[in-house]
């Protein structure tokens, strides 16, 4: 019986002259100082992510975030035939998703402020259970090292990782895959019927 053949390990990428490489490790350093600074009190923000896994964030700031109920996702996951996670990462170019497994929504980081034009499309959000969430409302952001829910800890947990300091989802293409998502839901509620 032969052995099953293992694949072939990459060969180290050196870097071209004058060329800046940022540690995976890196990168989560400075995206933690980048969320903890939408705090008033960064120490506050970092002892919540070491004793809660979950530190509470103003949004309005430097970020906002877009809620979008599990049913969504998972409708546009199904069509596509992919993870929700992988679902989310391509629809979102690999911006930031925070999934709350207890309040069954992903939260969609995206600027501060946001056009006009986007928040009319987002008016209509409310009824499918999504919404735009901004000024005087607070967020349950894990820390950057969650990317799955871990034993006795905080459910709570990044689908798509923050790829690096104020990385966002681009506004549009939340708006985009929310309305995408209301279609296949109102295709399959209308199939059940």
Not at 103 to 113: D, T
Request: charged share 20%; hydrophobic share 45%.
């Amino acid at each position: 019986m032969s052995s099953p053949t293992r694949p072939e390990a990459l060969a180290p990428v050196e870097p071209e002259a004058g060329t800046l490489v940022h540690t995976t490790a890196d990168r989560q350093l400075a995206a933690e100082h980048w969320l903890a600074a939408a705090h008033p009190n960064a120490a506050q923000v970092r002892w919540e992510w070491v004793h809660r896994g979950v530190a509470l964030l103003p949004l309005g700031t430097l970020f906002s975030a877009a809620r979008i109920p599990t049913r969504l996702v998972r409708a546009v996951a199904e069509a596509e035939r992919r993870s929700p996670n992988d679902c989310l990462a391509a629809a979102f170019k690999g911006g930031p998703v925070i999934y709350d497994p207890h309040s069954e929504h992903y939260y969609a980081l995206v600027p501060g402020s946001m056009p006009h034009e986007w928040r009319e499309a987002a008016a209509e959000w409310p009824r499918w259970g999504a919404a735009l969430l901004g000024r005087d409302t607070l967020l349950g952001v894990p820390r950057v090292s969650a990317t799955a829910a871990a034993p006795g800890e905080c459910p709570s947990h990044w689908a798509v990782p923050m790829p690096s300091a104020g990385e966002l989802c681009d506004p549009m293409a939340v708006a985009t895959f929310v309305t995408s998502a209301t279609w296949f839901v109102d295709r399959e509620d209308q199939a059940r019927s």
